[in-house]
């Protein structure tokens, strides 16, 4: 998961969880947009299921009507994890390097915060491992669209930019202490629905506050 936390410390495989406001913001902007987060979802950067964490909770008691399954895969082991999904949840926890990991099947949503240096990686095999029609969406710093070597990418594969109104914290920094991200972040799509037209910005709203915790249940992942 990218981040660039001022003096920030450097976790294992850049492992940084998502502020759940930032996961808000852009769901209710796929509601607002008349967009259900439906069907088969994949988080391929699950960590301690903070993404997944607020899928469920959006849709408060109607997730079971909704949410056919979320599969979450993360290369470190979070199966221990104490988490806050619903017991019942349809989600399936696998511990794999998703760059190495064969393909099972195609998703109508892919949702993640990627590692910073292995963002491209990871986009690349989600364009292969999305349905058509749906839906690829990742969070990272808007530095991200600035590189020479990503220049050719970027032609390739325009997206829809959901900018976040603050910087969000990933974290403590080196002096234990919380901080804000040194980086401005875009929740970057690829997507037909054309309310996400590539090559298009606007900025997110966003609703402040916490949610209550629920126990999780982590299941092993029915495709293997």
């Known amino acids: 998961m990218s981040a660039k936390n001022r003096g920030a410390k450097v976790t294992p495989f ?8 930032c996961v808000r913001a852009f769901l209710n902007d ?3 947009n008349g967009i259900n987060l439906s069907g088969s979802i994949l988080e391929p950067c699950s960590g301690q ?3 997944t964490l607020e899928m469920l909770h959006y849709f408060d008691d109607n997730w079971e009507e909704l949410v056919t399954y979320i599969n979450c895969i993360d290369i470190q082991d979070f199966s221990h994890e104490e988490g806050n999904l619903p017991q019942s949840a349809p989600v399936f ?18 949702i993640t915060n990627p590692p910073f240096s292995l963002a491209v990686p ?14 690829v969406a990742m969070l990272l710093p808007i530095s991200f669209q600035g590189s ?9 594969h325009p ?13 403590l920094n080196k002096n234990e202490k919380p901080g804000s991200d040194s980086m401005t972040y875009s929740w970057m799509v690829w997507s037909s629905h054309p309310a996400y037209k590539p090559n298009t910005w606007e900025l997110l709203e966003v609703e402040y506050g916490r949610r209550s915790k629920r126990k999780l249940l982590v299941r092993s992942n029915p495709t293997g």
């Not at 998703?98 to 949503?109: G, R």
């Not at 990871?122 to 839906?135: I, R």
């Not at 020479?148 to 032609?155: D, I």
């Not at 997206?159 to 974290?171: E, T, V, Y």
């Open 14 to 21: 850049e492992a940084y969880n998502t502020p759940s406001w």
């Open 30 to 32: 796929l509601h607002k």
């Open 49 to 51: 299921f903070a993404i």
């Open 93 to 110: 926890y696998t511990q794999a390097d998703y760059l190495t990991a064969s393909k099972t099947q195609e998703y109508d949503f892919i």
């Open 122 to 135: 990871f986009l690349e095999k989600a364009f292969k491992e999305v349905k058509e029609g749906g839906m």
């Open 148 to 156: 020479g070597e990503r220049e050719q990418f970027h032609k390739e």
């Open 159 to 171: 997206c829809c930019h959901r900018f976040l109104p603050r910087r969000p914290s990933f974290g």
